[in-house]
C-alpha cells in the first residue's frame, strides 16, 4: 500500500512538472519557453509533441493509479463510503428548531 501512494507521488509531481513546461499560446503557464525547446535537442514543435504525449501518458498511469488505490483501501474495510454517510432520514440528525432569543 505504502509503495503505491509513493508511485502516486511520483506521479502527481511529474504531472504538475510535465504542465509546467508545456508552452501556451499566450505564454501564461508555459514555462518551457518556445524556440529552444529541451535545450535544442529538438524542434518547438517536436518538443510540444513530446510533451504532450507523455503528459497525456502520466495523467492516464495517475488516474488508473487513484482507482487502483481506491480499490485496495476499500478491499480492508467493512463499510464503503457511501454506507459511511448518515442517511437523509437517521436519527443522528436532530431536527430542533433554532432557539431565538427575545429581545429586551
Not at 83 to 95: F, N, Y
Request: glycine fraction near 14%; avoid cysteine.
Amino acid at each position: 500500500m505504502l509503495t503505491l501512494i509513493i508511485i502516486q507521488l511520483i506521479l502527481a509531481v511529474l504531472l504538475v512538472i510535465l504542465i509546467l513546461l508545456q508552452g501556451s499560446d499566450n505564454e501564461g503557464l508555459g514555462l518551457g519557453g518556445g524556440g529552444g525547446g529541451l535545450g535544442g535537442m529538438m524542434s518547438a514543435r517536436g518538443s510540444a509533441n513530446l510533451l504532450s504525449r507523455l503528459t497525456a501518458l502520466t495523467a492516464t498511469l495517475f488516474m488508473v493509479m487513484s482507482v487502483i488505490l481506491t480499490i485496495v483501501a476499500s478491499v480492508g474495510s467493512e463499510r464503503n463510503v457511501l454506507e459511511s454517510l448518515p442517511s437523509i432520514g437517521s436519527e443522528e440528525q436532530t431536527s430542533e428548531e433554532p432557539v431565538i432569543p427575545e429581545n429586551n
